[in-house]
């Protein structure tokens, strides 16, 4: 399974950012070979309809899965359209995907919060 994580750092030991949007990186994990990719979030600083670009740059990785803390409506409707689950998490990212592993983490099957979210976050 191919997954992408929100994160805060640029590795597994780094924290799950506590928006998908506006994170600083995105973790590009096979879970199958264990390859971690670190993608820099070059959307994160846009005012408007960051959701729907960060998405199409996940998307266009080719994953499974996302796991997030919280995710806006853009984001979440890009990811339902390619039919990527996305799974909500909180604090370190190895610990998320030991729970994703195990069937632990919660679904996300609707945005956790409005557009702009992320935004009001940074302040």
């Given at each position: 399974?191919?997954?992408?994580?929100?994160?805060?750092?640029?590795?597994?030991e780094?924290?799950?950012?506590?928006t998908?949007?506006?994170?600083?990186?995105?973790?590009?994990?096979?879970?199958?070979?264990?390859?971690?990719?670190?993608?820099?979030?070059?959307?994160?600083?846009?005012?408007?309809?960051?959701?729907?670009?960060?998405?199409?740059?996940?998307?266009?990785?080719?994953?499974?899965?996302?796991?997030?803390?919280?995710?806006?409506?853009?984001?979440?409707?890009?990811?339902?359209?390619?039919?990527?689950?996305?799974?909500?998490?909180?604090?370190k990212?190895?610990?998320?995907?030991?729970?994703?592993?195990?069937?632990?983490?919660?679904?996300?099957?609707?945005?956790?919060?409005?557009?702009?979210?992320?935004?009001?976050?940074?302040?």
């Open positions: 399974m191919k997954i992408v994580i929100s994160a805060t750092g640029r590795d597994i780094s924290n799950i950012h506590a998908f949007g506006r994170c600083s990186f995105f973790l590009v994990l096979d879970t199958k070979t264990k390859d971690v990719k670190a993608l820099m979030n070059t959307t994160k600083d846009r005012p408007d309809k960051i959701g729907v670009t960060a998405g199409q740059i996940v998307a266009d990785q080719g994953i499974d899965a996302v796991i997030t803390a919280e995710i806006g409506p853009l984001a979440f409707e890009a990811f339902e359209k390619y039919g990527i689950k996305v799974y909500q998490a909180v604090g990212i190895n610990d998320a995907i030991l729970q994703l592993e195990e069937g632990k983490l919660p679904e996300i099957t609707k945005a956790t919060g409005p557009r702009f979210q992320g935004l009001e976050k940074e302040k």
